[in-house]
């Protein structure tokens, strides 16, 4: 199927081919959020079906990537300059306008300091001078001797959960029991080494206790973890070792620090993410953090609120980028292979997992270096000539009049993949402001919202993206899911809005975010969709689904791209042929990779094409 041309030329190249979406530069990591398209590749879509001046509408903003890209067509970077020009595109550059709506409360603040961010030596003084002085007076949390009793900095320490052997009793921890070093290796089955009775690590009890919690007035039970190994800095030699009475006398020093009042005490609203193990006593806010963490992230709120107006804006901005990534217990250690050592990474994307082994970091470190990259994204987009106008708020209700926008970018939730309100909870709360569940389209248990509500809530926002288009504009939509059951309610949301298909490509997501990399039945790239208000004339010829995927994989084999070939890409192709036919999506992931898997070896023929 061929697509039609816009104004600025062709774009079938944009939707021909995988396009890449890379993880990577300032504006996609100034802050972490789930499922977030490249800028730069939306950039490219923008500038394929619009002229500058334009005013393009997001109706699911996320973090404000559309009104980034929008942005970035007035100064294109030459990378980005190439990939228009390897594609054919036949662009005029010049900034576009953005007006974008985002029912989340902590992504409409990414989105709004981002997109209108302050300037950016003015913000790296102000982050500069805040480090400097929250350092002479809260460093000494940090302060450890390293193992020749010399004072030095902590760089990170590991707890560790503490476990019962099932079958002598005895109290051990996760890192005794499971943890080898050089190499690095995290076992997955439990070897006590007082009885030498092994079990998976699955079944092994966890150590509770119970403590007074002093924020909230009561007793609470929680998982056991102490400190296990402190990493740090002496000078400029890096140390390691076990956790020393020194370091329990300084937790204990910490524990007597008063809390400040900057910190939230708010209930978790625990829903789709909660997991009775390892959130075991975890109900409020606070209990995220490390006492520690908890007091340091603290007082850097409060001196970031001092500096006012948008400047204080800006550095929250900053401390929240880093704050549920890397200041709480979500923090992790991972064993890759032929690391001497065990590697520290961030929390996982998209849920709130709570690994046996812990992560503290030091903030002032963390926050040091993450300072480098928001203030070279604030730099790009500072002093543009495009405007982004951000609202907080459902897209079922746009303001806009009807058919005043040349062009709708948009990237709606995956249906129950990611419970976004819930995830986001851990820096709204610090905002002091909270998404709107009601409107949030998602399929969710917790929230009691089926597939049907969460068609209707998408039909909701996509007929107002109708009403405001203008008569010839374009509609790009981008989706991912594993669910026939999903597509087919995207599918009926948009038909129902009045939109139809005109042709449809895939967007590869280069490094996958944890979801798609992780989730059983995951999708190799995201199928995109370009919608547009005139009724598609299609000759449908009803086909074995069997048939088309045989098809499909004998196309893939003529292909010099590998990942064509793949069972993952292959189901992205799939959807995408049922759905520019305005036929349902037959089946699911899981049941194409199981087809898939039966299936010979083919000899490189060539195939008829679809």
Known sequence: MKCEKARGGPVEALYATALPSSRSGHLFNAFPYPTKISPEAIALFIAGHTQPGDTVFDGFAGSGTTGLAAL??????????????????????????????????????????????PNPMLFQEAAEELLRTAEAEDGWMYEANDPSGCKGEVRYIIWSDQLICPECARKLSFWEACVSLRPARIANNFRCPNCGHEVRLSDIERVVKRSRDDLLGDWR???????????????????????????????????GERVPDSV????????????????????????????RNLLVFARLWERAKSYGGAMAEALKFWLLSYNASHSTIMTRVVAKSDKKELVVTSAQSGVL?????????????????????IAKAFRVIHGGSGRVSVHEGSSSSVHLSDESVDYVFTDPPFGGNIPYSEINFLNEAWLGRYTNRKEEAIVSHAQGKSIDDYKKLLKRSLREAHRILKPNGKATLVFHSASANVWNALQTAYQEAGFDVECAGVLDKIQGSFKQVSTRGAVKGDPVLLLSKDEAVEDWVESSVWAVADQLRRDALLSTDPVEQTAPRLYSRLVNYFLIRNQPVPLSADDFYRWHGRQPAFEVGVGAQL
């Open 353 to 373: 997992y709570i690994s046996g082994l812990p992560v503290e970091k030091n903030l002032f470190s963390g926050l040091r270096s993450k300072l480098s990259v």
């Open 221 to 255: 039970t929680q998982r056991a973890r102490k400190p296990t190994r402190v990493y740090g800095t002496t000078g400029r030699k890096a140390w390691s070792r076990d956790a020393i009475a020194e370091d329990f006398s300084m937790l204990a020093r910490i524990q």
């Open 72 to 117: 970035l067509c007035g100064n294109p970077s030459d990378h980005l300059r190439a990939e228009a020009k390897r594609l054919g595109l036949d662009v005029s550059w010049g900034a576009r306008n953005a007006v974008i709506y985002e029912i989340g409360a902590l992504s409409a603040f990414i989105a709004r300091t981002l997109t209108n961010p």
């Open 264 to 291: 939230p005490i708010v209930k978790v609203p625990w829903g789709d993410l909660y997991r009775s193990g390892y959130h075991q006593g975890i109900t409020h806010l606070h209990h995220f953090y490390t006492r």
